[in-house]
């Protein structure tokens, strides 16, 4: 089973329309990442979080919301979804306890808003 | 602040030969940086990473990188490429600044064809 899941993996929606994104993990990490890849952009950063209790913004968090149930769940929301937030979107994890700041990818979730 | 700069979006070589993909980085601290590989219609896997021991490291799948603190580069090759390697390839540098995030900095990102 993968360490990083994500559903759903794809997701067509209209404008307007409120919708989340759930990330889980089972490699036991504390810290979480939200990212949305565009073509020639690269990765962004929307929201990361360190534990339940710590969650900060990225470069690109207007627009979208998170909550961290657990340590093993992180999920991204789009309260009123607009057309240029159609991207795909991937969620990480990471422990530097260990050093080395390595983050582990989830398979991404394809947003498409018409 | 730290950023990445990947220089070309596209590279295109025959099956056989060498890679060479560029990244350069900006770093206010000695930095970590990554190379990760997305292949079609998948998230993105780590092929290696420097963290400030061996200058030269090697990943997986016959890749290597080299930290140079001189040019800040930190580009990728492989000797001998296959069909198998055209993916699209990211450099990262990961934000170990006076916050320590832990989060990652990525350049564009470079599409590899490899032509048969």
């Known amino acids: 089973d993968a360490d990083v899941t994500q559903t759903p993996r794809n997701r067509i929606t209209k404008t307007g329309k409120r919708i989340m994104l759930e990330c889980s993990q089972t490699?036991?990490?504390?810290?979480m990442y939200w990212y949305r890849q565009d073509p020639g952009l690269g990765l962004r950063l929307i929201y990361y979080?360190?534990?339940?209790?710590?969650?900060n913004k990225g470069e690109i968090s207007d627009g979208y919301s998170v909550s961290r149930q657990a340590q093993a769940k992180f999920s991204l929301s789009l309260e009123s979804a607009i057309p240029n937030q159609t991207a795909l979107y991937f969620c990480?994890?990471?422990?530097?306890?260990?050093?080395?700041?390595?983050?582990?990818f989830g398979p991404g979730t394809r947003l498409t808003v018409l | 602040a730290q950023s990445v700069t990947q220089l070309g979006s596209h590279v295109s070589v025959s099956e056989g030969a060498l890679v060479l993909l560029r990244c350069n980085y900006s770093?206010?601290?000695?930095?970590?940086l990554f190379w990760y590989v997305q292949y079609p219609n998948q998230g993105l896997q780590l092929l290696l990473k420097?963290?400030?021991?061996?200058?030269l490291v090697k990943g997986i799948n016959g890749f290597e990188a080299e930290f140079k603190k001189s040019e800040t580069s930190f580009h990728l090759t492989k000797p001998s490429a296959h069909m198998s390697d055209a993916a699209e390839y990211f450099c990262?540098?990961?934000?170990?600044?006076?916050?320590?995030?832990?989060?990652?900095?990525f350049g564009q990102g470079t599409t590899l064809q490899v032509k048969p």
């Open positions: 420097y963290t400030s021991a061996a200058t």
């Open positions: 990262a540098v990961s934000d170990r600044g006076s916050s320590n995030t832990g989060k990652l900095i």
């Open positions: 979080s360190f534990d339940v209790k710590d969650i």
């Open positions: 770093s206010s601290v000695p930095p970590y």
């Open positions: 990480a994890t990471s422990d530097i306890s260990g050093g080395g700041d390595t983050q582990y």
């Open positions: 490699k036991g990490h504390d810290r």
